[in-house]
C-alpha cells in the first residue's frame, strides 16, 4: 500500500512543508505544477489516501474491472479500497487533485466519508462536467491552494469546507455511466486481484494474520461479483482464483518453515488456518507432505 508520504516523494520527490502533521495530512496541487501524470501505464496501486481530481485532459482510468475515459472536464473520486492505474495521453492537461487520509474527516462526516456514494467501491466515481461547471470546480481549488499556503489558524477547518463543497457539488450531478468502457477488462481485473494478493504477504510477526481466504473475499474487495472474477482469472491465467491464492499460500507457508523458528501451529495461525490440522492437510494436499517433514 502506498502511503501519503511516499505519494509526495514518488510523485515530488520532496514533502512539502505544508504536509499536515494533523490527522487526515490534506495536500492539493495543480496538475501542470506536479507534473502527476506519466506517458506509461502506473502499476495498480492501493493508496491509504482518498483523492479528488478534476482535469481538462483525456486520461485513462482503470479502476477495479473498469476503465474510465476522462476526455475532457471531469472530476473523479478515489477511494483507499480499490487499486487504481491511469494512462495519460500526449497534449497536456489542466485541471487540479487533492488527496486526504480518511482520519481528515473523523466525525465531520455522518457516518464517514466512505459510505457517501462517490466513494463506495463498485459505484460510479467519474462526474462528466460542462465547461462552466470546470470553472466553479476549479475555482474551489484554487480557493483550497491560497488557504494551505497561508498562515490562517484555522485553515484546515476551512479547506475541510471546500472539500466538502466539492463533495456536495459533485452529489448534485449524476455520475457519468458513459465514461465506462470495458476493453480487455479481464487482464485489468487479474492485474488487480494480483496485487491484492500479493499485498497481504510476507507475513513477518505473529501478530499479522492473513484474512483472504477465498475468491469471494476477493470479489468481495472489488465490488464484483465472485463468478465475474472466477471467468476473468480463468481467461487470463488459465487457472482458478482458488488455485492463486492456495499457490500463494503454499509459497508463504514453505517460506515460514524454512526461516522462521515458529511452530506450525503459529505458522497455521497467521496463515488465517482456525485448526493447525487443517492447515496439516492443505499443505499436504499442495505439496505432498506434512509442514513438519517439510521443515526436516
Known amino acids: ?21 494533523e490527522l487526515g495530512q490534506f495536500n492539493v496541487f495543480k496538475l501542470e505544477e506536479r507534473g502527476s ?4 501505464p502506473v502499476h495498480y496501486q492501493r493508496r491509504d489516501f482518498y483523492k479528488i481530481a478534476v482535469s481538462s485532459g ?9 476503465s474510465i475515459k476522462a476526455d475532457g472536464p471531469t472530476l473523479m473520486f478515489f477511494n483507499p479500497q480499490v487499486p487504481y492505474t491511469y494512462e495519460a495521453f500526449p497534449g497536456g492537461s489542466l485541471g487540479y487533485f487533492c488527496i ?8 465531520h462526516i455522518r457516518n464517514g466519508i466512505h459510505t457517501l456514494p462517490m466513494f463506495i467501491p463498485g459505484n460510479n466515481p467519474s462526474y462528466k462536467l460542462t465547461e462552466a461547471q470546470f470553472t466553479i470546480v476549479s475555482g474551489i481549488f484554487d480557493k483550497m491552494l491560497n488557504e ?18 466539492l463533495i ?5 450531478v449524476q455520475p457519468t455511466e458513459t465514461l465506462y468502457e470495458q476493453t480487455d477488462a479481464n487482464s485489468r481485473i487479474t492485474a488487480v486481484f494480483t496485487e491484492l494478493l500479493e499485498r497481504q504477504f510476507p507475513i513477518e ?3 499479522q494474520r492473513y484474512t483472504m481466504r477465498s475468491a469471494k473475499d476477493f470479489a468481495s474487495q472489488l465490488s464484483v461479483h465472485v463468478n465475474h472474477l472466477n471467468r476473468a482469472i480463468r481467461a487470463t491465467t488459465g487457472k482458478t482464483t482458488t488455485e492463486h491464492i492456495s499457490e500463494r499460500l503454499t509459497s508463504e507457508a514453505k517460506a515460514l518453515l524454512k526461516h522462521t523458528s515458529w511452530n506450525v501451529s503459529e505458522i497455521s495461525y497467521v496463515l488465517g488456518f482456525d485448526d493447525p490440522t487443517h492447515f496439516n492437510h492443505f499443505f499436504k ?12
Not at 501524470?37 to 506509461?40: D, G, K, Q, W
Not at 494436499?285 to 526436516?296: D, E, F, G, S, V
Open 1 to 21: 500500500m502506498q502511503s501519503i508520504e511516499e505519494f509526495h516523494k514518488e510523485k515530488a520527490k520532496w514533502l512539502p512543508k505544508n504536509l499536515s502533521q
Open 37 to 40: 501524470c506519466s506517458p506509461n
Open 58 to 66: 483525456t486520461y485513462v482510468y482503470h479502476y477495479a474491472d473498469k
Open 100 to 107: 486526504f487520509r480518511d482520519e481528515f474527516f473523523t466525525e
Open 148 to 165: 494551505i499556503n497561508s498562515d490562517y489558524k484555522y485553515k484546515y477547518d476551512l479547506i475541510r469546507n471546500y472539500v466538502t463543497e
Open 168 to 172: 456536495h457539488f459533485a452529489l448534485k
Open 205 to 207: 510477526s505473529l501478530s
Open 285 to 296: 494436499k499442495q505439496t505432498a507432505t506434512t509442514p513438519t517433514q517439510y521443515r526436516r
